[in-house]
């Protein structure tokens, strides 16, 4: 049974940071492609940033280009992303995601396993 666990998440204040962690079992993270996505109230989950199986390729969202860093390390089956200069408005509750194609994807329908999330909240 595949389970993503999320962690690292907190209150944190406006230009501070913050790095999650996504740890997973049973499932190789070497053969997946992982992705952060985030969802605030009333807010659809949008899309953060994916890296592929390799750890090669990696793709942000525009709102986070610059700030945030998504890394893996396979040997650990672990995913991380790096926050820096953390804004308001990322504040969300944050998921991990393993997308068996391999990509690290941008639209959530990609992703066959799902973390249950790590709230993130930042303070003006």
């Known amino acids: 049974q595949v389970h993503l666990a999320e962690s690292g998440g907190g209150l944190e204040q406006t230009g501070g940071s913050l790095r999650l962690s996504c740890a997973g079992s049973?499932?190789?993270?070497?053969?997946?492609?992982m992705g952060w996505f985030r969802q605030a109230p009333g807010k659809d989950r949008e899309f953060v940033a994916g890296i592929s199986w390799s750890g090669g390729t990696t793709n942000y969202a525009d709102s986070v280009k610059g700030r945030f860093s998504i890394s893996k390390d396979n040997a650990k089956n672990t995913v991380y992303l790096q926050m820096n200069s953390l804004k308001p408005e990322d504040t969300a509750v944050y998921y991990c995601?393993?997308?068996?194609w391999g990509l690290g994807a941008v639209v959530a329908g990609a992703y066959e396993y799902w973390g249950q999330g790590t709230q993130v909240t930042v303070s003006s």
């Open positions: 995601a393993a997308d068996a």
């Open positions: 049973g499932i190789s993270f070497s053969r997946y492609g």
